[in-house]
């Protein structure tokens, strides 16, 4: 009995051993896919971070100035409200005022002397000094001094009072003005704080968008050297991949023997042995001649 044996070209046969045995070696050899890096927080955004902390509550010590303001401003203006007490009227009036009212009296009884001396001396001329005439005009004549007296007396303490009423009335607006200074103060402290805490803010939101951009930039470094470490790795496995591509599509050509059988329909131990031995002689020259052996 006569069996038929095909076979692939010797050459073709020994580069697919060749590529069997490549494969084999890569999968026991086996890699290590490089692990996944992320980039770390840059300066701008520590910076950032510092700040943001740093900056919670930088704005109490302004809400403390005015309230402190506030409250001194309200203060002021409770005492400036309404017309002057007589005590703050008497705290301006003229400390001199006795000594004024003292000289003005002085001087009007010298002159109420020098009047009563005329009208003596004009009675004795007239001969009626002493008699009822004379008497009736000395009575005038005092009454009309102690209405001098008296008036200049309501009009000195009259200007006293008028001049420490009105000075009393300043201090009032003058104290208001202060008050509604000082409010005003406090709410520009507290504008202040505001405002610097707005600003330390922006600062922060622009430091993070300058860090995330350096670390945008960062990562994006280390995901190109670990594409570039996973490319060398795998660079052999593509390799292969494409000499496999190459050979699948390589055209072919079989070549057939003829192997004489025993009965049974089982090749013989000779035949068997043959059938290798040739196997091995073509499979060796294919290895031969494309430069593997």
Do not use: H
Request: glycine share 14%; net charge neutral.
């Amino acid at each position: 009995m006569v069996d038929y044996i095909t076979r692939e070209a010797p050459d073709i046969e020994a580069r697919r051993l060749g590529l069997l045995d490549t494969a084999k070696a890569l999968t026991e050899q086996g890699y290590t896919l490089p692990d996944f890096q992320q980039a770390g927080f840059t300066n701008p955004q520590q910076i950032a971070f510092a700040r943001a902390l740093q900056g919670i509550g930088a704005y109490e010590p302004f809400l403390q100035k005015a309230a402190l303001s506030t409250d001194a401003a309200q203060n002021l203006l409770m005492g400036a409200t309404g017309a002057p007490t007589s005590q703050q009227i008497a705290s301006y009036a003229n400390p001199f005022q006795q000594q004024v009212i003292d000289a003005t009296l002085s001087e009007l009884d010298k002159q109420a002397g020098i009047q009563r001396g005329q009208l003596a001396g004009e009675a004795v001329q007239r001969g009626v000094f002493g008699g009822g005439r004379y008497g009736v005009a000395e009575a005038e004549l005092a009454k009309g001094q102690q209405d001098a007296r008296a008036a200049a007396l309501a009009n000195l303490n009259r200007q006293n009072f008028a001049q420490a009423q009105q000075a009393a009335l300043n201090q009032l607006e003058r104290e208001r003005a202060i008050g509604l200074g000082i409010g005003a103060l406090g709410a520009q402290q507290a504008s202040l704080g505001q405002q610097a805490q707005q600003f330390g803010q922006s600062d922060i939101q622009n430091l993070l968008g300058i860090g995330a951009l350096q670390q945008q930039f960062n990562q994006s470094g280390l995901d190109l050297a670990r594409q570039n470490q996973l490319q060398r790795i795998m660079q052999p496995y593509q390799q292969l991949g494409f000499y496999s591509d190459i050979l699948a599509g390589a055209p072919t050509s079989s070549q057939q023997m003829s192997v004489i059988g025993q009965g049974g329909g089982g090749p013989s131990p000779i035949q068997a042995a043959l059938g290798t031995g040739l196997g091995a002689f073509l499979g060796i020259g294919g290895l031969r001649r494309s430069g593997v052996i």
